[in-house]
């Protein structure tokens, strides 16, 4: 073996292995197959976007959680044979579990355990940018596992300044952990409060500006939406949670200037740690004039999303403001055909289908919201100019209410900037 040679196979064998993961979610009575499958795919995705593999699934059918381990004694012998055998760093579930019921997992399987909440949390804290961002995410983080610390928790990240401890030699490390971590809560919280002083001045100085937040599942474009907009750079990624941290641009169009935030993204089940953490990220909604509620028209669960949405809207106050419906992707659906087309499939062709009618879903959600939807695709350009057209409309009423004699001779023109 040449000197090149024995110096790449040691970088090989040196490289840091990837992760790998079984992810398990318990069915009930009321969820189909292609729920659970939905929910799963979802929860892998989760997995990966934080750079653990999923290599296998477990489900089981259960009313309800076991009290002690959340799933049956054969299942979890089931797991743990899989885990041993294959030799798997983690196991992920797709419900939140009890400090109990964590602690009694990881001492039946000996590998890590991830709860959907404490995945989500520590995919927030690798994608946080910002000081707000990172501090309102360690936060959250650190108040959801004070009370599952277990001695299994090889993960989390141990700081100590000093030596010393209250209760002398002999406390056992568990507590020392916990003195610790309630000490880290205390700091974080006293470094949040300052952080959101500022901010509060910082948006106090954006009054008398129309502001104009996106809004919407995670991944379903928004920050595609929000650069072919503001013609900037920023980050947008096929992966759930690629913007964490809230951006604001200064936007004109047609002589009329405005604020346009793009904010995280939702999820089902997002844990309330987050969202309490996050009351100042959140407040770039709450504060809003509009909302642009971007929805991906080609995930099969767009209407389970656009429902996630709205009820997390509501639960942070923000459920009666004006909104502008935007169904994106629409490059990646198939529109129904003509009934002639129809009729040239075959049955097999024509069951398989999933086809979208938009004129159909329009005047749906005209009947049931009163709001009249866009169609497009940020990722194309497709009928970006009928968005424009719908948005400068939007921002101009709102405009009007506040400076009614504004657009009267206007010919004066806004350059956008980075208002972060």
């Known amino acids: 073996m040449s000197k090149y040679s024995r110096k790449l196979q040691k970088l090989i064998d040196t490289a840091p292995k990837q992760e790998t993961a079984v992810l398990v979610s318990l069915i009930r009575q009321q969820d189909t197959d292609q729920v659970v499958e939905e929910h799963l795919e979802e929860l892998a995705f989760l997995a990966e976007t934080l750079g653990v593999k999923a290599v296998y699934r477990f489900t089981q059918r259960m009313e309800k959680p076991d009290i002690r381990t959340f799933i049956g004694k054969g299942k979890l012998e089931e797991i743990l044979a899989y885990i041993t055998h294959f030799g798997v760093d983690m196991v992920i579930f797709d419900d939140d579990l009890t400090p109990s019921q964590m602690k009694n997992l990881e001492n039946e399987l000996k590998v890590k355990v991830y709860d959907r909440s404490l995945l989500i949390l520590d995919i927030f804290l690798k994608r946080a940018q910002t000081a707000q961002a990172k501090t309102q995410v360690e936060l959250a983080r650190y108040q959801y596992l004070l009370p599952r610390l277990t001695r299994m928790w090889t993960h989390l990240e141990r700081q100590r300044g000093g030596t010393s401890t209250r209760g002398g030699a002999g406390e056992k490390e568990i507590e020392t952990d916990k003195r610790d971590i309630r000490n880290k809560i205390s700091l974080l919280k006293g470094k949040l409060k300052?952080?959101?002083?500022?901010?509060?001045?910082?948006?106090?100085?954006?009054?008398?500006?129309?502001?104009?937040?996106?809004?919407?599942?995670?991944?379903?474009?928004?920050?595609?939406?929000?650069?072919?907009?503001?013609?900037?750079?920023?980050?947008?990624?096929?992966?759930?949670?690629?913007?964490?941290?809230?951006?604001v641009?200064?936007?004109?169009?047609d002589h009329i200037p405005f604020l346009l935030s793009d904010t995280v993204g939702f999820i089902r089940k997002l844990p309330t740690h987050l969202i309490e953490s996050f009351k100042s990220t959140l407040d770039e909604i709450r504060e809003a004039d509009l909302l642009v509620h971007v929805v991906d028209i080609s995930h099969p669960s767009f209407e389970d999303h656009i429902a996630v949405v709205n009820q997390t809207l509501r639960e942070i106050n923000a459920g009666d403001k004006p909104v502008l419906l935007v169904f994106n992707k629409i490059d990646l659906v198939q529109t129904m055909p003509s009934e002639a087309e129809i009729m040239e499939m075959s049955e097999m062709e024509r069951e398989e289908a999933d086809f979208k009618d938009f004129k159909a879903l329009a005047e749906a959600y005209r009947k049931k919201t009163g709001i009249e939807p866009v169609f497009m695709s940020a990722g194309t350009g497709e009928h970006v100019e009928?968005?424009?057209?719908?948005?400068?409309?939007?921002?101009?009423?709102?405009?009007?209410?506040?400076?009614?004699?504004?657009?009267?001779?206007?010919?004066?023109?806004?350059?956008?900037?980075?208002?972060?």
């Open 386 to 420: 009928e968005f424009r057209k719908r948005l400068t409309e939007e921002v101009k009423k709102i405009h009007q209410k506040i400076y009614p004699h504004y657009l009267e001779d206007q010919t004066v023109s806004f350059e956008e900037k980075d208002l972060n």
């Open 249 to 253: 641009r200064k936007v004109v169009l």
């Open 194 to 247: 300052q952080i959101e002083k500022q901010g509060v001045t910082q948006r106090k100085g954006r009054k008398g500006i129309v502001r104009v937040a996106l809004v919407g599942y995670t991944n379903v474009g928004k920050s595609t939406l929000m650069n072919l907009i503001t013609k900037t750079d920023i980050l947008a990624e096929n992966k759930l949670f690629a913007t964490v941290d809230s951006t």
